[in-house]
């Protein structure tokens, strides 16, 4: 009976040399096969309606081109390039670089449209513009802006970085369209708005005629890009809007040149809503554009206002309540983080302007600044407080 | 304390619209606008991209190759045709060239050749600079073949950098070093 009971319990009881035991191990959450991939459960948490994020084309249609069109007209032209032999012996050498020009223009006429929508979207262009809507970019804007530079212009693509001090003057718009159709143009940005308006806009011509932007009513007069300092990259969008007819815009016009930034509020949702019926959005073109040394002067002398600057608002770290004993815990760096970060500062100060004195000159920085010996009966903890002084290491940086 | 913040709001708005009932629209100067502003919204989704701060996934340590990339390069080839795509981690693919476009396919000779692979490499490279995407992750390796590193010299050779910034991360009071902001460097 002893040793059938000893059999049983032996395998539970005595564990065996070098066996590994996993002390304390259970399962913690749902069985590999049973629970859901991490992916998965991202895929769970992002889930939109689809009925709810439903997203509406207020655009223009897309130009359609039949299958046989393609192939009658543009296969003739791809097969007399396959049989020409200079052709084929560049390509065989590497030299067959394409003309950028040409295929831009081709590509403008093709998938542009597509290509641009999806950067735009990348940008959140339309959502912010619009919320729900969105359009193809069926009508190529160029745009340029002269800044004075001989042999270059800076042009609006979709996206692309502009300094602020090139976009100083009002650019260049040229597009096609026919004399008797009409257009409006907003130049509009959502970012760095300093009230609770959705936008502010830069510049407004309604009733353009063809393709003159100059014969257009300019309802508010062109603002270079203020983009504020501390705030980054700030988009700035030009939408051209088709008009099926002649449009009232005077509720929009403004003194020019209009330099209140309250009045320049807008909103293109708001406008698109109360216009819908006569305007569809057409083109488009945005460049991104980032606070520069040149702009302290727009705020202070055209628009008598102070400068603006902001800084990133970064979560505030996570601090454990305080404990009566905290264990393996270097006393002072524990108590520093509970102490209110000003009162720290100002000891760091306090010590520093002990050393200075107002008619001789500061003591010069040591050349080895760990080699100077320390008095012996320094405790350690001390000794490395000085230490880290001494290399500018912690938090002798936050008054520096 | 909420309670107090809302009954101060409601105040403002009260009052704004009665003065705004009395005298019509009052129209606040721009030095006034900016005492009553403190806080700021940028909302360019790029925005923190640019600026390094905006977060990174960081993936998976044995995965090859990682998540670790707002953008990334991306090359496809299928039986016919060669594709080019610039990924982002959560947009999916933003940017692309490809030999199936009509435009790019017009002045090859053939779509799957040097130089083919050549002259995507350039339109991609414009393409994006045209976007505002400069900086983009790249895990294919020229040492793959002949054409990739062409593709490859081809977009760097155009002025994309492939490589992107590491992230940004606030320091704390108490942490050793302090890095340099990549937002407060004015070129």
Known sequence: ?400 | MYASYVGVKSLRITGYTLSSFLYGRQVHSNAELLNNCTKVENKNPRNMELLRIARKPVGYQLEKPGRNYWHKLQLSKTGRHVTAEVIHFQNGPVVSASTIEWSIKKQLYRLKDASAYQNIGQILARRCLESGIYFMRCDIRSSDGDKIKLFLKEIKRNGITLQEHKCYHNPQPWSSDRPEKPWAVVE
Not at chain 1, 71 to 95: F, G, I, M, P, V
Not at chain 1, 149 to 172: F, H, T, W
Not at chain 1, 197 to 220: D, R, T
Not at chain 1, 226 to 238: D, K, L, M, Q, S
Request: some cysteine; overall charge positive.
């Open chain 1, 1 to 400: 009976m002893a040793t059938r009971l000893l059999r049983i319990f032996s395998s539970d009881l005595i564990v065996l040399k070098g066996q590994q035991v996993r002390y304390g191990h259970r399962m913690r959450g749902v069985p590999p096969t049973k629970a859901r991939t991490l992916q998965q459960r991202l895929d769970e948490l992002n889930y939109k309606d689809p009925e709810l994020a439903l997203q509406v084309n207020i655009g223009l249609p897309l130009p359609k081109r039949s299958r046989a069109e393609i192939t009658s007209k543009w296969l003739s032209e791809l097969k007399q390039h396959r049989s020409d032999s200079e052709y084929e012996r560049k390509a065989r050498h590497r030299e067959l670089i394409i003309d950028m020009e040409a295929e831009k223009k081709d590509w403008l006429q093709t998938s542009a449209p597509l290509q641009c929508k999806t950067i735009a979207k990348h940008y959140e262009i339309f959502e912010h513009l619009y919320g729900d809507a969105y359009f193809y970019p069926i009508v190529p804007l160029d745009i340029d802006y002269d800044f004075g530079s001989e042999d270059s212009l800076a042009r609006v693509y979709r996206g692309n970085i502009i300094k602020s001090d090139e976009a100083k003057q009002a650019p260049s718009i040229t597009y096609k369209a026919e004399s008797d159709t009409l257009w409006t143009l907003l130049f509009t940005t959502p970012d760095g708005v300093l009230t609770d308006a959705n936008e502010y806009c830069h510049w407004f011509i309604g009733n353009i005629p063809g393709n003159e932007v100059s014969k257009g009513e300019q309802l508010m007069d062109y603002l270079r890009p203020i983009p504020p300092r501390g705030v980054g990259y700030c988009r700035y969008i030009f939408v051209l809007y088709k008009q099926d007819k002649k449009i009232d815009y005077s509720e929009y016009k403004t003194e020019q040149p209009c330099l209140a930034l309250e009045k320049r509020s807008f909103n293109t949702r708001n406008f698109y809503q109360k216009h819908q019926d006569y305007i569809t959005p057409a083109g488009l073109a945005f460049y991104q554009a980032t606070w520069d040394s040149s702009l302290t002067d727009v705020y202070h002398n055209t628009l008598k206002m102070e400068e603006p600057a902001f800084e990133y608002d970064f979560p505030q770290p996570y601090i454990k309540p305080q404990t009566w004993f905290p264990l393996k815990q270097p006393f002072n760096l524990y108590l520093d983080k509970y102490r209110d970060p000003k009162d720290v500062n100002k000891d760091y100060l306090l010590k520093k302007l002990k050393k200075v004195h107002p008619f001789k000159a500061p003591e010069p920085p040591l050349k080895f600044p760990n080699a100077h010996r320390l008095p012996d009966d320094m405790p350690s903890w001390l000794k490395l407080e000085v230490k880290k002084n001494r290399m500018g290491l912690g938090r002798i940086n936050e008054i520096e």
